[in-house]
């Protein structure tokens, strides 16, 4: 079964192999990895080997923390909204300020709303269905509405809208086209849950990175920040003088950080395997191996879109297309034809390349774990679908 879903997607089979292995009996020890005390030296080591594995693949500078936590990446949109909220109010003394989005997508239109639900005073700086009717490009940022710098307490982005199909082009947000004292002050959050590790990323340039393991990583259960650290110098408590919310204490980033995220009891076996991933990922070529085998996939299905003369139609515009997933509609977007696309799919044992139910069509992505003979196989299948039902 070639597994083309947008996620819980595929692991690489070795992986999967030594993680069930692991699950019975972790390195001989006669106990399962979920088995074993999260406070144990033997967990400590996975966690260790899984943060320093991911730190080589991206280049985390040592000013950052990577912590380890639950939630998903949905938590993350009130976390990133209360935790960015109150650093501004104990920064700056003074209430906080405005949070900037980017709102690109499905994904991180959900993120503003849960910041306004947060009590935060929030801005699209871009709205890309607001503009054009739907999601499907990504402004350039001199078109965007930024708040002055002084009184924004973040600007947030989702560097690929996985519902959507819209990435950031390579490198991702073009940082550097920010104002000067926007970018030297305002901290940017980036939400990286459906592509990290296929390209590199510029972690310098952010205050925060997170994303949730089921899609390039792992298995559901852990998200993971990669937070600078003076972020986590101060607890959001100051900041209630200003009026400032008291945050959940497992959603302060300071509190995961100062427990080397073991406050409470992590999604063990979601971390070993995920730390699996990185070693795997790291003897493919590491993060520049993941970038090529992207580009030459997504490559792979967007010219069998554009050479399909209308039989397929991608649903983004050309400079805003992911390389995860890959959205288009079938003959103007004819739900039965489409159908048929999923069942001919299925008839080769291609799975889940139905789209998301808000937006319909196609969707194919091609996380980590697909291959570039996995991306032709399915070109091969649309191309013999097009020829049975083109004209
Ligand atoms: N952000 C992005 C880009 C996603 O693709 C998803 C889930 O698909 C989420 C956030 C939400 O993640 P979760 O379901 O783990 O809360």
């Known amino acids: 079964i070639l597994n083309l879903g947008a996620g ?3 692991l690489p089979t070795s992986v999967l192999l030594q993680s069930a292995q692991d699950l019975l009996d972790y390195k001989g020890t006669g106990i399962g990895l979920c088995e074993l005390s999260h406070r144990s030296g033997t967990f400590k080591q996975i966690l260790d080997s899984a943060e320093s594995d991911l730190r080589s693949l991206l280049s985390i500078p040592e000013d950052y923390a990577v912590l380890f936590t639950q939630g998903g990446g949905t938590e993350q949109f009130s976390a990133t ?6 650093y501004d109010a104990a ?4 209430a906080p300020g405005t949070l900037d989005y980017a709102v690109t997508g499905s994904w991180s239109s959900k993120a503003i709303k849960e910041g306004e639900r947060m009590g935060g005073r929030v801005k699209a700086v871009t709205d890309s269905k607001k503009r054009d009717g ?20 973040m600007l947030y982005y989702c560097d690929n809208e996985t519902v959507d199909g819209v990435e950031f082009p390579s490198p991702g947000l073009p940082i550097h086209q920010l104002p000067d004292d926007y970018r030297k002050n305002v901290p940017i959050v980036a939400d990286c849950s459906s592509n990290i590790l296929s390209r590199p990323i510029d972690v310098a340039a952010h205050s925060l990175i997170f994303f949730g393991a089921q899609k390039n990583v792992g298995p559901p259960g852990v998200t993971i920040l990669i937070a600078r650290k003076s972020l986590l110098a101060r607890h959001p408590d100051e900041s209630i003088p200003f009026g400032g919310p008291r945050i959940p204490t497992t959603l302060v980033y300071k509190n995961l950080a100062d427990n080397s995220s073991l406050y409470n009891t992590p999604p063990m076996f979601s971390i070993h395997v995920s730390g699996l991933v990185f070693r795997h990922l790291i003897e493919q070529g590491g993060v520049k191996g993941a970038e090529q085998r992207s580009s030459e996939k997504a490559q792979l299905v967007y010219s069998t879109i554009d050479e399909s003369k209308g039989f397929y139609e991608g649903t983004t515009s050309a400079t805003s297309r992911s390389r995860m997933n890959v959205t288009f509609r079938i003959k103007g977007g004819d739900d039965g034809l489409e159908g048929k696309f999923v069942e001919f799919c299925k008839e080769r044992g291609i799975e889940q390349v139905k789209g998301h139910r808000s937006v319909g069509g196609i969707r194919a992505s091609l996380y980590n774990a697909i291959s570039v003979d996995d991306a032709k196989r399915l070109v091969e299948a649309m191309r013999e679908f097009c020829g049975q039902h083109s004209g």
């Open 81 to 86: 909204a209360l935790n960015l909220l109150a």
């Open 8 to 10: 819980p997607s595929s």
């Open 134 to 153: 739907k999601f499907g490009r990504i402004a350039p940022i001199e078109e965007w509405e930024l708040s002055p710098a002084s009184e924004c307490a």
């Open 91 to 94: 920064r700056h003394g003074r």
